[in-house]
C-alpha cells in the first residue's frame, strides 16, 4: 500500500518539523491546515527564541507564539511599549532586549508593575538609558532572575548594584561590561559585605566585569569572600587591579575560569600568586598583559598544571618559557600565543612534541617561524584549528603552492 505524506499522524509530522530551522518551521505552517496542527505542536518549537520587531498591533502574535510553548523572546526593535510584550506573554522566561536604545526607565516600569515569577534571563546590554531606578523595579518584581547581562549599561551606579544585592539572591549570572561608575562599593554590596542593607547576590556563578575602571584589588577581597560559588571571573581590561590581588583570588576552589586580559598590573608575580593557591583552574587568558614573561609559565607548569586553555597572546614569552612549561601541561587543549615575537620553531617542535593533546592554537603575528615549525605542529594528533592570521614566514622557499598560507588552517 502506498503511503503519502498526508496519511502521517501529527507527531510524526512534528517529530519531523523538530529537526527544520526556524525558517523551515515557519514555512511548513503555510502548506496546509494539517501541516499547521501539526507544526504547532509545542515539541517543535522547545528552546526557540523568537525575534520580534515591535511596530504595530498585531492581535494574533502572543496568541500565536503561547499556542507553540514559546517562552524565549528577543526584541529586535521596540516601537510600542515593553508592557505589550508582557501582557502578551504572563509566563515569559527570556526577554532579550539587547540594543534597544529607545528603552527607558519609564517604559521599563511601566512593563514591571507586578511579580513575573516565571522570567529567568533579562538581557538589557546596550540599552544606555537605563538607570538605577530600573534595577529597583527588577529587584522588586524579577525575584527569580538567573541571568541579568548590564553590559555597556553605562549610568548604572553601585545603589544600582546595592539593589540587585537585596531582591536578586537567585541571580547566577551578572554581566557589568563597560558600567563605567560600578566600584568597589558596588562589588562589596554583590558579595554581602554589607549585610545590614542586603543580603547579598551569593549564588553568582557568573560575573563579568570587563573594562571596569573604577575596581582595585579590594573588589577581589569582597568577592573571595563572599562569592565562594563563582566560576567564571572575567576581569578583563581593569587596569587597577594588580598582583596583590591575585592573592585573594588564589583560594577561591571553585573558581574555572580567570580571564586577565589587557590587566596593565598583572606580572610574573600575580602568577605566582595565583600559582602557589587552591585553584583548579580550567582556563586563564593573560594577553597582553606585557609584564607576563617566561617566568610566568614556569608557575604555571607548576601549580596551575590542569589547564586546558591558555591565553598568552602578545605576552613577551620565548622558546625557553615554552621549555619550562610544555612537559607539566598534559590537559592543555586550547594554546594561544598569537603576537608573541620570540616564538620559533624550536618552541614549535617542543609544544608539538609535549602538548599532544590540543586541539587549537593561535599563531598569529607569530613572525620568526618557518615551515620547518608549522609542520611539525600539523603534525599533532588532536589538532582541529590553526589560526594563522596575517602570519608572516621568514622563510619561504619550498613551502609550496601559497594557498597553504590561511587565515584559519584546519588539519
Not at 515569577?117 to 538607570?131: H, P
Not at 580571564?259 to 587568558?285: F, P
Not at 604555571?300 to 622558546?319: E, R, V
Not at 593561535?362 to 588532536?382: V, W
Request: hydrophobic share 40%; with cysteine.
Amino acid at each position: 500500500m502506498e503511503v503519502h505524506v498526508s496519511s502521517l499522524f501529527p507527531e510524526i509530522l512534528a517529530m519531523i518539523f523538530n529537526y527544520l530551522d526556524v525558517k523551515g518551521k515557519g514555512r511548513v505552517a503555510q502548506v496546509c491546515t494539517a501541516w499547521r496542527d501539526a507544526s504547532y505542536h509545542k515539541s517543535v518549537w522547545r528552546g526557540v527564541e523568537a525575534k520580534l520587531h515591535l511596530r504595530r498591533a498585531n492581535p494574533s502574535l502572543f496568541p500565536s507564539l503561547q499556542t507553540r510553548g514559546i517562552k524565549k523572546v528577543q526584541i529586535l526593535s521596540l516601537r510600542r511599549s515593553l508592557s505589550y510584550v508582557i501582557q502578551g506573554m504572563p509566563n515569559i522566561e527570556s526577554l532579550n532586549l539587547s540594543g534597544c536604545y529607545n528603552l527607558t526607565d519609564n517604559g521599563l516600569g511601566h512593563a514591571f508593575v507586578q511579580d513575573i515569577s516565571s522570567l529567568r534571563i533579562l538581557n538589557l546590554s546596550l540599552c544606555k538609558q537605563i538607570t538605577d531606578s530600573s534595577l529597583g523595579r527588577i529587584a522588586q518584581y524579577l525575584k527569580n532572575l538567573e541571568l541579568l547581562d548590564l553590559g555597556g549599561c553605562s549610568n548604572i551606579t553601585n545603589t544600582g548594584l546595592l539593589l540587585v544585592a537585596w531582591g536578586l539572591h537567585k541571580l547566577k549570572s551578572l554581566n557589568l561590561r563597560s558600567c563605567r561608575h560600578v566600584s568597589d562599593v558596588g562589588i562589596g554590596h554583590l558579595a554581602g559585605m554589607t549585610r545590614s542593607a542586603a543580603e547579598g547576590c551569593l549564588s553568582l556563578e557568573h560575573l563579568t566585569l570587563q573594562d571596569c575602571q573604577k575596581l582595585t584589588d579590594l573588589s577581589l577581597k569582597h568577592i573571595s569572600k563572599g562569592l565562594n560559588q563563582l566560576k567564571v571571573l572575567n576581569l578583563s581590561f581593569c587596569g587597577g587591579i594588580s598582583d596583590a590581588g591575585m592573592i585573594h583570588l588564589s583560594h577561591m576552589t571553585q573558581l574555572w575560569t580567570l580571564n586577565l586580559r589587557s590587566c596593565d598590573n598583572i606580572s610574573d608575580t600575580g602568577i605566582m600568586h595565583l600559582s602557589m593557591g587552591t585553584l583548579r583552574l580550567y582556563g586563564l587568558d593573560v594577553s597582553f598583559c606585557d609584564k607576563v614573561g617566561d617566568q610566568s609559565l614556569a608557575y604555571i607548569a607548576q601549580g596551575l598544571y590542569q589547564l586546558k586553555s591558555l591565553s598568552l597572546c602578545s605576552c613577551h614569552i620565548s622558546d625557553d618559557g615554552i621549555n619550562r612549561m610544555v612537559r607539566q601541561m598534559h590537559e592543555l587543549k586550547t594554546l594561544n600565543i598569537g603576537q608573541c615575537v620570540r616564538i620559533t620553531d624550536k618552541g614549535l617542535e617542543l609544544i608539538a612534541d609535549h602538548l599532544t593533546q590540543l586541539t587549537g592554537i593561535d599563531l598569529y603575528g607569530c613572525t620568526k617561524i618557518t615551515k620547518r615549525g608549522l609542520e611539525r605542529i600539523t603534525q599533532l594528533p588532536c589538532l582541529k584549528v590553526l589560526n594563522l592570521g596575517l602570519w608572516q614566514m621568514t622563510e619561504v622557499k619550498g613551502l609550496g603552492d601559497a594557498s597553504e598560507i590561511l587565515p584559519c588552517y584546519t588539519s
